[in-house]
C-alpha cells in the first residue's frame, strides 16, 4: 500500500486529524502535486487552525500553482497563528513568503 493511500484510509477512520492531513499533503508535494497537497493543508489548518507549520506548508503549495492572492491569504492567518503560538521558525519563514508576495 502506498503512503498516499495509507495516510487515506486513516483520515477515514479520522477526518479531523489535522496530522495526517498535513503528513498527506507533505506526500503530495513529494510528487508535485501541488493542488491536492494544497487541499490537504487546507484541511489540516481547517481542523487545528493553530498548526502554523501547515499554514507554512499551505502557502508554499499555492506559491507552487501561481495562485499568490490564495497563499497571500495563508500567509497572513498562517502569521497570526503563529505569532499567537510563539512558533519562530514557521513565523520566519511566514513572513519571508508574505515580503515575497508583497
Avoid at 503528513?23 to 490537504?40: F, N, T, V
Avoid at 484541511?43 to 507549520?53: C, E, L, N, T, W
Avoid at 499555492?62 to 492567518?77: I, M, S, V, Y
Amino acid at each position: 500500500m502506498s503512503r498516499i493511500n495509507q495516510l487515506r484510509e486513516f483520515l477515514s477512520a479520522d477526518p479531523s486529524d489535522a496530522m495526517t492531513w498535513y503528513l498527506l499533503g507533505g506526500e503530495y508535494r513529494k510528487i508535485s502535486d501541488h493542488a491536492q497537497a494544497s487541499d490537504a493543508y487546507r484541511r489540516a489548518v481547517q481542523a487545528d487552525p493553530a498548526y502554523s507549520v501547515a499554514w507554512q506548508s499551505l502557502t508554499e503549495s499555492l506559491l507552487e500553482l501561481g495562485d499568490n492572492e490564495a497563499a497571500r491569504e495563508a500567509a497572513a492567518q498562517g502569521i497570526a497563528a503563529a505569532e499567537k503560538a510563539g512558533d519562530l521558525m514557521p513565523l520566519k519563514r511566514l513572513k519571508e513568503l508574505a515580503a515575497q508576495l508583497g
